[in-house]
């Protein structure tokens, strides 16, 4: 049914000529592109707690999502059926596993914990998030490149996981000891699911004596789960016992501070790190450092970059 039902979207992608794929393309990528920088601006500049909040919510999303996509290794719908056609370039970023959908799972914890934050002060803002992560999981299905249920179950586990996220920190925020022994938790998740996703089967399949799915690229997305949670970890560490970061509120600097932040990171991301860290280590251990780098940078380098710059 689920092959039968992309199969519908698909002619009715034809029937109109593909008018609708540049719109749910875009969205797509605005989900994975652009909207996971948004927590480290929020930390930056607007609220260091909800930011915390964002940037953990995030990292844990993708984090899950690499384990349950290795777990379950399902492969992608044009895999399953040679009848799917994926719209325009919507397959180059489909990258890893079908089973459950990453973009989906990155729009409903950047968005999601908007919703949280922002549903008594804006709710016009909450709404129109809540819409996003509907029309970003439905795009999943429009391309053609994920089943309805990689959608519902990457919306449902990183919902869970939004909600266990938000109830950890009321209860636990500002108290140092708690959040050590957790950080070290996290340490230990990490090791334990590099360990897991290197040493697991994988499924070999081949047709005309070639490999349907290489696992080792399968694995990528999970490296760099896996080196910006260890990031993340360490930079809050040193942030909480040693930076104490403040934000400057009022100061004339910070909107450009921000903005010269997330575009350091964003360069990082889409460029310097591939060329240099990813070309040298390759797509495992390139991905888990470079990472690990930008996020250290958010949490640890940064806010010491726009204290020292706004006093």
């Avoid at 804006?122 to 509907?134: D, E, K, N, P, Y």
Wanted: glycine share 10%; with cysteine.
């Amino acid at each position: 049914m689920d092959i039968q039902y992309l199969l519908w979207l698909q002619e009715l992608r034809n029937a109109t000529g593909g008018m609708f794929d540049e719109f749910f393309n875009a969205l797509s990528k605005v989900a994975v592109d652009l909207m996971p920088f948004l927590p480290f601006v929020i930390f930056w500049c607007v609220d260091r707690k909800w930011g915390y909040r964002f940037i953990l919510t995030l990292g844990i999303g993708d984090l899950l999502n690499g384990i349950i996509k290795l777990t379950v290794c399902a492969y992608r719908p044009w895999i399953r059926s040679d009848l799917i056609e994926p719209a325009g370039d919507s397959k180059v970023a489909a990258t890893g596993y079908s089973f459950p959908s990453g973009h989906t799972t990155e729009a409903t914890a950047v968005y999601g914990t908007t919703v949280a934050w922002q549903h008594k002060r804006r709710r016009w803002l909450a709404v129109l998030c809540g819409v996003l992560i509907a029309l970003t999981g439905f795009s999943r299905n429009f391309l053609g490149v994920h089943t309805p249920q990689d959608v519902v179950v990457g919306f449902s586990v990183t919902l869970i996981m939004l909600l266990v996220v938000g109830y950890g920190q009321r209860r636990i925020d500002g108290d140092d000891r708690k959040l050590d022994i957790l950080s070290i938790i996290g340490v230990l998740v990490v090791i334990a699911t590099l360990i897991y996703i290197t040493v697991k089967p994988y499924p070999m399949d081949y047709v005309n004596g070639v490999l349907l799915v290489d696992p080792n690229k399968m694995m990528n997305d999970t490296f760099k789960a896996c080196g910006a949670f260890i990031g993340f970890l360490a930079g809050s560490f040193i942030e909480r016992h040693y930076i104490h970061y403040e934000i400057p509120s009022g100061s004339k600097n910070l909107p450009i501070l921000g903005f010269i932040g997330f575009l350091i990171a964003f360069a990082w991301k889409e460029f310097f790190a591939p060329a240099t860290i990813v070309m040298a280590l390759g797509g495992h251990w390139g991905n888990f450092i470079g990472r690990s780098i930008m996020w250290f940078f958010v949490v640890a380098i940064w806010p010491v970059v726009i204290t020292k710059n706004t006093n």
